[in-house]
């Protein structure tokens, strides 16, 4: 069974960093695409960052020049790297992975896994 568990979350003044980290366990596969979402009170799931197996990343603008998404040694281990947090990065994060396969008719399809989510609290 493939679980997903964020780690490095917490609380921190604004202007502070933390890197949360997401490690993936029971598979042996590499994830094409893995993800971070959070989720602020009264908004709406919302995409950070992704990184693909080639280690290209996208963000979303809020936080383009302050996160850094990247791949870790180990297998399917992915990081968030969080420079000059606002409030308004208060949210509860989400770790995300996808998997491409070929199915037994020889069709693409994808499966997708999520993690429990971490909260993240920044003070002013």
């Known amino acids: 069974q493939v679980q997903l568990v964020e780690s490095g979350g917490g609380l921190v003044q604004a202007g502070g960093s933390l890197r949360l980290s997401c490690a993936v366990s029971g598979s042996i596969f590499t994830f094409n695409d893995m993800r971070w979402y959070r989720q602020a009170p009264g908004k709406q799931r919302e995409l950070v960052a992704r990184?693909?197996?080639?280690?290209?990343?996208n963000y979303t603008d809020s936080v383009k020049g302050r996160f850094t998404v990247s791949r870790g040694n180990a297998k399917n281990t992915v990081y968030l790297q969080m420079n000059s947090l606002k409030p308004e990065d208060t949210a509860v994060y989400y770790c995300?992975?996808?998997?491409?396969?070929?199915?037994?008719?020889?069709?693409?399809?994808?499966?997708?896994?999520w993690g429990q989510g971490i909260q993240v609290t920044v003070s002013s």
């Open positions: 995300n992975a996808l998997r491409v396969y070929t199915t037994t008719r020889g069709f693409q399809d994808e499966v997708e896994y």
């Open positions: 990184i693909i197996a080639s280690g290209s990343a």
